[in-house]
């Protein structure tokens, strides 16, 4: 049996206890004697939203592939829980050992909007790390990594994080454990390791780097301070999507989330290039998952979950080239086992109307299209390319 890091007491007098007992169906747990590493997994939001994040259970199951390694999940408590933890002194832990944050190798928070960031620091706070990177001088404290959309500009929360990965996860995480590893092995402080790290290809390590500003604000340049550190740091790119990491099996959470279903992604990019749309310039280029690859996942995820209902995900989800072929093929899935199917985030341009005839068969499928703006004119102005008549 394991023991729960909050008494029955505490979790009797919060809103949903089932935020942080973990358990869950598809949950990973192995024996931390026998594993080298130990990474816990953060998004900084309630439990709700963070378990209907596509990315975490991508790296989640990457993770606890590794032998070495086992990856834990870890969410911001809510207002309730919180104010007992700082009463009590109770440290954040993670789901599914329901050991103390502090005391893992790693902490990665993915960073997917800058409305988190408060929650961030709540999190760093609450598990008893020091705030401030500079302020974690040994071992004693885990190496605080941030990933996500907002690593891209990541100079507004960097005195906070001892490094960032910018890019795709699924590159160059094997490569940084085994040299973290190497480094403990060897006697390495922590500083000599986040410099050996800092050479490590989609990694930025704020503290080699001195940054200076302009009089408005902006940034006027960003210089290594240490021999051997990349004068820049290129984001990482996972070429072949259909020969990579995708969890068979995603967490099934006991509790009601944000997105109650199996995601299937089907492609990363998008060919459009709207204007301000941040996806469309971070995920590029333009990778599709093989036709094959999405049967096999689709069938092996809906067997080992239960779910009711299936979503397809990715940038423009009808400029897919084998949407029609997948959507015949979910139809024919779907219909045998009794499950939905959801397309979100279609084109009216590009939208076949006999895929949405298909669709329209299946009992309570929904179909998501994005106009995007409500006029011509500002259609034109972000190059949606949209006409009144297509809408």
């Given at each position: 049996?394991?023991?729960?890091?909050?008494?029955?007491?505490?979790?009797?007098?919060?809103?949903?206890?089932?935020?942080?007992?973990?358990?869950?169906?598809n949950?990973?747990?192995?024996?931390?004697?026998?594993?080298?590493?130990?990474?816990v997994?953060?998004?900084?939001?309630?439990?709700?939203?963070g378990?209907?994040h596509?990315?975490?259970q991508?790296?989640?199951?990457?993770?606890?592939?590794?032998?070495?390694?086992?990856?834990?999940?870890?969410?911001?408590p809510?207002?309730?829980?919180?104010?007992?933890?700082?009463?009590?002194h109770i440290?954040?832990f993670a789901?599914?050992?329901?050991?103390?944050?502090?005391?893992f190798?790693?902490?990665?928070?993915?960073?997917?909007?800058?409305?988190?960031?408060?929650?961030?620091?709540?999190v760093?706070?609450?598990?008893?790390?020091?705030?401030?990177?500079?302020?974690?001088?040994?071992?004693?404290?885990?190496?605080v990594?941030?990933?996500g959309?907002?690593?891209?500009?990541?100079?507004?929360?960097?005195e906070?994080?001892?490094?960032?990965?910018i890019?795709?996860?699924?590159t160059?995480?094997r490569?940084l454990?085994?040299?973290?590893?190497?480094?403990?092995?060897?006697?390495?402080?922590?500083?000599?390791?986040?410099y050996?790290?800092?050479?490590?290809?989609?990694?930025y390590?704020?503290m080699?780097?001195?940054?200076?500003?302009?009089?408005?604000g902006t940034?006027?340049?960003?210089?290594?301070?240490?021999?051997?550190?990349?004068?820049k740091?290129?984001?990482?790119?996972?070429?072949?999507?259909?020969?990579?990491y995708?969890?068979?099996?995603?967490?099934?959470?006991?509790?009601?989330?944000v997105?109650?279903?199996?995601?299937?992604?089907?492609?990363r990019?998008?060919i459009?290039?709207?204007?301000?749309?941040?996806?469309?310039?971070?995920?590029?280029?333009?990778r599709e998952r093989?036709?094959?690859?999405?049967?096999?996942?689709?069938?092996?995820?809906?067997?080992n979950t239960?779910q009711e209902?299936?979503t397809?995900?990715?940038l423009?989800s009808?400029?897919?080239?084998?949407?029609p072929?997948?959507?015949?093929?979910?139809?024919?899935?779907?219909?045998?086992?009794?499950?939905?199917?959801?397309?979100?985030?279609?084109r009216?341009?590009?939208?076949s109307?006999?895929?949405m005839?298909?669709?329209?068969?299946?009992?309570?499928s929904?179909?998501?299209?994005?106009?995007?703006?409500?006029?011509?004119?500002?259609?034109?102005?972000?190059?949606?390319?949209?006409?009144e008549?297509?809408?």
């Open positions: 049996m394991r023991k729960l890091a909050l008494s029955d007491d505490i979790l009797l007098s919060v809103e949903k206890p089932a935020r942080y007992i973990g358990n869950e169906v949950a990973v747990y192995k024996n931390p004697q026998e594993t080298d590493i130990r990474f997994m953060c998004f900084p939001d309630q439990y709700e939203i378990m209907s596509l990315g975490i991508i790296l989640y199951d990457m993770f606890n592939q590794f032998e070495d390694t086992w990856c834990e999940r870890v969410y911001s809510w207002t309730d829980l919180d104010k007992i933890m700082r009463e009590q440290p954040l789901l599914e050992s329901q050991d103390p944050i502090k005391d190798d790693f902490l990665g928070i993915t960073i997917q909007y800058e409305m988190c960031y408060t929650n961030i620091l709540q760093i706070d609450l598990s008893q790390i020091p705030l401030l990177a500079k302020e974690r001088k040994d071992w004693t404290c885990p190496i990594m941030g990933g959309p907002c690593t891209y500009n990541p100079e507004p929360i960097a906070f994080f001892d490094m960032f990965y890019g795709e996860g699924e160059q995480y490569r454990l085994d040299l973290y590893k190497e480094s403990r092995r060897n006697g390495d402080s922590r500083e000599e390791f986040l050996k790290a800092a050479q490590v290809p989609g990694m390590v704020p080699f780097y001195d940054v200076a500003y302009k009089k408005d940034i006027l340049s960003i210089t290594p301070n240490r021999p051997g550190v990349p004068a740091v290129l984001k990482e790119v996972e070429v072949n999507i259909s020969d990579t995708y969890p068979e099996k995603p967490v099934v959470p006991y509790m009601k989330v997105q109650e279903r199996v995601v299937l992604e089907i492609m990019g998008c459009r290039g709207c204007r301000f749309c941040q996806a469309g310039q971070l995920y590029r280029p333009v093989s036709l094959e690859w999405n049967k096999k996942y689709a069938v092996a995820m809906l067997k239960g209902e299936i397809l995900s990715s423009s009808s400029d897919y080239s084998k949407l072929e997948l959507i015949d093929f979910l139809i024919e899935e779907c219909d045998r086992r009794h499950v939905n199917i959801s397309l979100p985030s279609l009216i341009d590009s939208f109307l006999d895929v005839q298909k669709v329209q068969d299946i009992k309570k929904s179909l998501t299209f994005a106009p995007e703006a409500g006029s011509q004119r500002m259609r034109n102005v972000i190059n949606k390319g949209l006409t008549e297509d809408i």
